[in-house]
């Protein structure tokens, strides 16, 4: 069993987390009730407010008089005499606080200790034909903590009492006690007769089991037992709370209405995923990957291949350039970049738009089995994160790190062949091109060298250094691939990583939040109303 004190916080935490979300009327009913709440407990906790109410000609001042033992309310049969409410207080408590916040002026103090810590108030007819009696019982109605409503055989059926009062405070039971006055003019069979109606229509009402005490103020029949069901009210010092936890079911059962009839389904991985894809198509994180895809396999091939035609690659347009990408070129000129920055984000309206859909897709998924107007504020938040989005997506792309690749050490070995061979072949064409001048043009025998199956030294030097390093560079063409698009995955990988964790945290997050928001408040509703 929930306290008092469990409701009443579990209310407020309630009301704070449906601000802007749900009716504005039914927050502040639920804001009045904390308010009343926390000024009732604040003022006495000890006395216990008891008004009895009645239409015109009940009786109600008469049991007044008969409860009190005094004769400060006047009594009137075919008219209503109270004009204002008057109060009697038994006991010693000061009670001048409390009743200044009930705003009655027509205070009395009488002697009952049986009666102590009873403030017992007549409140003027609810039928009466002035409108400022109506609107000063709804008032008083709204505020004191137990109910006697004063009935009699011609009224007990009373249209107004039953659809403006009793069904307005069905969840009230516990609080309520119905009072059958004028018995004494019914026979004992009509009585009961009166009574079994009567509990029939309090029970069409919402009342499972009330409190029906028949009573005559005219010859005092039942006014004892009344009086003593007032003695138990008073000893049991329950009646504030009860009213109070009365009045906090009902505003939660009002806040529930305005909500989901179970927890909504938070948005997971799969969502995540949808919208992570539309923005690395916005990023151009493909692009990126096949940008460092090309750069490596450049410079790969430039430092594998033939020596003399390394400069062939940088002929190529740059890709990096036309991605708005940086390259990071650390301080020494001798160590070859190795990361890109990205210097803007160029959203192109294709994207922008599959971003669009994508968040919308999943805002209408999240907020499906949301009430209309919860749904409407998880819409303005997607509307606003969706804004949000490419910006976070740029910052996220220009603080990611997309390695270009470390030059592998084996590209300096085949470098250093590749010069060798270089050298080998330039040295065969020396020796060539010095024997061919010197036995053409000068008419003297040339430099004689080793032959290996027919051919001189300097042939096999100059074939074998330019066919050796077509195959060495050829061969290590299929290593600088491999390699480039183990780079490009390297990219991809740090990118999505990146756009996944800004997702999460602009989109995802604050969307859980909200529904999380939804279903604690309804948690809090069913814990009260249980």
Request: charged residues 25%.
């Amino acid at each position: 069993m929930v306290r008092f004190d469990e409701k009443l916080g579990l209310l407020i935490t309630t009301v704070e987390a449906c601000r802007g979300r749900i009716d504005p009327e039914v927050l502040d009913g639920a804001q009045a009730v904390i308010d009343r709440a926390d000024r009732r407990v604040s003022l006495s906790k000890d006395v216990t407010i008891i008004a009895i109410a009645g239409a015109t000609g009940v009786g109600k001042s008469s049991v007044f008089n008969a409860l009190t033992r005094t004769a400060l309310a006047e009594v009137g049969v075919r008219r209503p005499l109270t004009e204002k409410p008057l109060a009697i207080t038994f006991g010693d408590e000061d009670t001048s606080e409390l009743l200044d916040w009930l705003g009655i002026t027509r205070r009395h103090i009488a002697a009952g200790a049986e009666l102590s810590g009873i403030v017992l108030l007549d409140l003027v007819d609810h039928d009466s034909v002035k409108t400022s009696h109506h609107e000063e019982v709804d008032r008083l109605l709204d505020v004191v903590d137990e109910f006697f409503w004063i009935v009699d055989p011609q009224k007990y059926a009373d249209a107004a009492m039953h659809e403006h009062y009793l069904r307005r405070f069905a969840g009230h039971e516990q609080v309520m006690t119905f009072v059958l006055n004028q018995i004494d003019r019914l026979s004992q069979k009509q009585a009961k007769a009166l009574r079994k109606d009567f509990l029939r229509i309090l029970r069409e009402d919402g009342l499972k089991d009330p409190t029906i005490l028949s009573v005559s103020a005219l010859t005092g029949d039942g006014i004892d037992a009344l009086r003593t069901h007032m003695v138990d009210v008073a000893v049991a010092k329950k009646s504030m709370i009860r009213r109070l936890e009365a009045d906090i079911v009902v505003q939660a059962q009002a806040l529930s209405a305005q909500l989901a009839a179970k927890p909504v389904d938070y948005v997971g991985n799969d969502h995540l995923r949808l919208i992570t894809d539309a923005c690395m198509e916005v990023a151009g994180v493909d692009q990126i990957a096949d940008a460092v895809l090309v750069n490596y396999s450049r410079r790969g091939r430039s430092a594998t291949g033939l020596p003399w035609l390394a400069w062939l690659p940088r002929l190529k347009a740059d890709p990096l350039k036309r991605l708005h990408l940086e390259i990071f070129r650390p301080r020494r000129k001798e160590i070859e970049p190795t990361e890109l920055k990205r210097s803007s984000l160029v959203i192109h309206p294709v994207a922008k738009a599959r971003i669009d859909i994508a968040m919308r897709a999943v805002g209408d998924e999240a907020g499906a089995k949301l009430p209309h107007t919860w749904r409407m504020a998880l819409g303005r938040l997607v509307k606003e994160r969706t804004t949000s989005l490419p910006d976070a997506v740029d910052q996220a792309v220009i603080s990611t790190a997309v390695e270009l690749g470390v030059k592998p050490r084996w590209w300096s070995v085949v470098r250093i062949l590749q010069w060798i061979l270089l050298a080998a072949s330039l040295g065969g064409l020396v020796w060539l091109t010095v024997n061919f001048i010197m036995t053409a043009y000068l008419m003297v025998p040339g430099i004689t060298g080793p032959h290996l199956a027919a051919l001189p030294l300097p042939t096999w030097l100059l074939i074998g250094g330019v066919v050796l390093g077509i195959i060495l560079g050829l061969l290590c063409r299929i290593g600088v691939n491999l390699g480039a698009k183990a780079a490009a995955q390297r990219a991809r990988r740090r990118l999505r990583s990146a756009l996944e964790s800004v997702t999460s945290q602009i989109v995802i997050e604050p969307i859980n939040e909200e529904l999380r928001r939804h279903n604690d408040s309804l948690a809090a509703v069913q814990e009260i109303i249980a």
